[in-house]
């Protein structure tokens, strides 16, 4: 069996996910809200963070965030959409595609595409500073939903995943909308996010004392190698049926 494909890291780093997009005031204080309040909003959830901790920590008037969001469930539903928008940009290969596109693959080109996908999302979830803050913020919305989960949902996640698992039928022979192709996908997803929300355990158990570029690659290496076994395992599966 031929070795993983392993994608080359970025060779520059990302901007912050609320990168001031300008110069004036106006402009500064939205993103210095935007990022406590996703800190905070991870840290914290929804409830327990207040307007005011998220003024203090940003160092802009409380006023601010009425002025720019209309209130703190404007301003949560606004780092959701910031996040959407991020992660869409730093993973343009993961574009949605004309579902056409991906149906007119062949197996190989639709599994070798799974994995430059995968990679590429490990990467980033592992090796980008700034996406702790964004993990934590999502895993909240998926631990305990509120409205903002929709924007989430619909404008990053589903898209997304419905393109893997097209990927994976095209792969496998199977069906795309298939529970077996479903969890499946996302089984494998759970892989790359153990290393991310079962960080201290990770680390404990492998003795590093961080998940640094070389140990990244170390992760990346191993989750193909599982794409793979899954892939043969699940070829092997449709054909039976």
């Not at 990022?35 to 006023?63: E, Q």
């Not at 892989?191 to 990346?220: C, H, P």
């Amino acid at each position: 069996m031929t070795a993983p494909t392993v994608l080359p890291p970025p060779s520059s780093p990302d901007a912050s996910p609320f990168a001031e997009p300008g110069t004036s005031a106006g402009e500064k204080t939205r993103a210095a809200l935007l990022r406590s309040a996703l800190d905070l909003f991870g840290r914290k959830g929804y409830d327990a963070t207040s307007t005011r901790d998220i003024a203090g920590a940003a160092g802009v008037n409380i006023a601010g965030i009425a002025y720019h969001f209309g209130g703190k469930a404007g301003l949560h539903r606004a780092c959701a959409e910031a996040v959407a928008a991020f992660i869409a940009e730093r993973l343009g290969e993961l574009a949605v595609t004309d579902s056409a596109a991906d149906e007119r693959l062949d197996a190989d080109a639709a599994a070798a595409i799974f994995e430059e996908l995968f990679a590429a999302i490990a990467r980033f979830m592992l090796a980008r500073p700034e996406a702790e803050s964004i993990a934590r913020f999502m895993v909240r919305e998926q631990m305990d939903p509120s409205p903002t989960f929709e924007v989430l949902y619909e404008a990053l996640i589903r898209p997304r995943h419905e393109r893997m698992c097209r990927l994976w039928a095209r792969a496998t022979g199977d069906e795309p909308t298939s529970e077996r192709v479903v969890i499946t996908v996302s089984a494998l997803f759970g892989q790359i996010m153990f290393f991310r929300v079962g960080r201290a355990t990770a680390l404990r158990r492998l003795g590093w004392a961080t998940i640094d570029t070389d140990n990244v690659e170390t992760i990346v290496v191993r989750i193909l190698v599982a794409i793979r076994a899954t892939l043969a395992a699940s070829r092997r599966e449709a054909v039976a049926s």
